[in-house]
């Protein structure tokens, strides 16, 4: 089994309404994201999938939120939104995009400090 990873991130502010602390009030972080998926096999070409794909995939959804405020995001109206609700929304929002291709999904990673992070897979 191969795992293929990438990494990006994201610029956002968020406030965590229920958490008795100083993540409460608004604040801001420099996300980091890893999107890793496994694949069976390599191609002819000697690659499970394209590096360069995975990435565009996942600019194009961290666009929507990089440089906002989360709780205003209709993802997480509702719920608030913590490295574990952006990890499993990032999860769900890539799974589709894989479905026909030589890999499958495996877990995203949100990171929303050098030390601290969460990975999330169904």
């Known amino acids: 089994m191969y795992q293929l990873f990438v990494e ?9 309404p229920e958490y008795n602390g100083k993540c409460e009030r608004l604040h801001g972080h420099r996300f980091k994201v890893v999107l890793r998926v496994e694949a069976e096999s390599v191609g002819s ?12 995939l996942l600019r194009e959804l961290l666009s929507q939120v990089d440089h906002t405020c989360l709780n205003e995001l ?6 608030a939104p913590s490295s574990e609700n952006i990890a499993a929304w990032l999860y769900r929002e890539l799974q ?3 479905e026909d291709t030589p890999v499958r999904l495996a877990s995203v990673e949100v990171w929303e400090s050098p ?8």
């Open 115 to 122: 030390t601290a992070g969460v990975s999330y897979s169904p």
């Open 96 to 98: 589709p995009l894989f």
């Open 8 to 16: 990006e991130h994201f610029d956002a502010a968020h406030y965590l």
């Open 45 to 56: 070409d000697g690659m499970a999938y394209d590096f360069a794909e995975m990435k565009r």
């Open 74 to 79: 209709g993802p997480f109206s509702a719920k």
